[in-house]
Structure formats: C-alpha cells, structure tokens
C-alpha cells in the first residue's frame, strides 16, 4: 500500500538555521502530496500542497518541490523562527480507490532562541 | 468561529465503560474522517466516511463504531474502554475523497482511561 517515510524523531535548530525535513513516499498512483504542521495542543493544519510533477508548494516561507523521479517532498525554509516548533507531516492524497489518508509519522521541530 | 467542534475536550473513563466523542463540521465536506493520536504513536488512521457511507475502516477492534446520524455529523462510540485507549482523537473533513482534497481536522478530544 501507500506509505510516507519522513526525517524521524526530533530536529533541533537554532534561529535563523535553515531547515530541511526529508520526505519519500511510495504510491501505485500520482497522488497529491502535502505538508501539515501541529502546534501543541491543537489538531494537524494544512500547510501546502503540490499536486504534479515539479511543481512547488509554500506558505509561510516554507517550500516543497514534488519530485516523482526521486518519490521526495522536502520540506525546506531558509530561516526558521522559534514560532517554527511544531510536528511537522507529510501525507499523500488518496488515489486510485484508496480511501485512507497516507500520513508520515511526524517530525517534531524544535527551535531555539 | 470554529469550523470543526469536538466535544468534549477532555474526557475521563473508567475501564469497561463507554463513551461516545462528538464531531460536527461546518464547512460544507462531504467526507469525514476519524485519526487518533497517543504518545506511543503517530497520527494513526481510524476511519473514512464519505457521504455518510463508510469508505475505510483501519481499526481492528469492534469496540470503536462511527455514528453518522446527519452528513455533517461522525460521533464515534467506543465500548468496552481499556487504558491503553487513552488518546487525543482527531475528527477531519474534506471537500471529498479526492487526490487533491486537503483535509481540516478538529481540536482534538483528549480521553483517559482509568
């Protein structure tokens, strides 16, 4: 079936660090991929989307680039703030009668001043 | 004002009991979703519904049955509780079940089972 596998654990940065968080996926169609971000306490929220090869998703100075050839979707952002800590998912979209939601299992970003 | 309500927030449970978590949204989806989330896992996969019919079921257990009483609506019974139940539980919408639809979750109902 589908699966996502992403940077596992925990990343620690300090301000102004740049990030990378490593996402590859696997999937017998062309989904739709897409990056969430959790703060704590709250539920998982849409960060992007890219939907076809090359294509880049941002929002908030992050980005991701959806590369078929190498199954990946980096999350990237050139500077990241403290308001930055969060888990951080990548997740597929459904596809080819998959009505389960692909979700990687998180990476937990955290921040230093 | 809040798109997705979850109630309650918190919830405690004695083991054996049952309790039913509340998922309303209003923002028009016509599919819902259940995910639950506990320090030993990840986000993890419960149930799809699209059109109040049931599309995928990744749950082993019986003891946890979705409710749709109105398409807006996915309640989630859970029977029989045992500690190892305690958990965040997340209701999500989307647009529909489609590649590209983004999903919207809820603020989560936290439950503990004593």
């Known amino acids: 079936g589908d699966s996502v596998t992403q940077t596992e654990g925990q990343v620690a940065l300090s301000e102004e660090d740049f990030l990378t968080i490593h996402c590859n996926y696997s999937a017998s169609g062309y989904p739709a991929l897409f990056w969430y971000v959790q703060y704590p306490g709250e539920g998982p929220q849409f960060l992007f989307r890219?939907?076809?090869?090359?294509e880049k998703g941002s929002s908030r100075g992050f980005e991701a680039t959806y590369d078929k050839g190498t199954t990946s979707f980096h999350l990237r952002k050139a500077s990241v703030q403290e308001s930055d800590s969060a888990v951080y998912y990548c997740a597929l979209g459904t596809s080819g009668g998959n009505y389960k939601p692909t979700f990687g299992k998180g990476t937990s970003l955290v921040v230093h001043p | 004002d809040p798109k997705i309500i979850q109630k309650p927030k918190y919830l405690v449970a004695v083991t054996g009991s049952e309790k039913i978590l509340i998922c309303e949204q209003y923002l028009g989806h016509n599919a819902m979703y259940w995910y639950r989330q506990s320090a030993k896992k990840p986000l993890e996969f419960m149930f799809s519904y699209s059109y109040q019919k049931l599309m995928d079921n990744q749950t082993a257990s019986s003891r946890f049955q979705p409710q749709s009483s109105k398409k807006n609506h996915l309640d989630l019974q859970i029977t029989a509780l045992k500690p190892d139940d305690s958990a965040t539980y997340f209701c999500?919408?989307?647009?529909?079940?489609?590649?590209?639809?983004?999903?919207?979750f809820g603020p989560g109902t936290r439950l503990l089972v004593l």
């Open positions: 999500a919408s989307s647009q529909d079940q489609g590649n590209q639809d983004t999903q919207y």
């Open positions: 890219a939907s076809r090869d090359k």
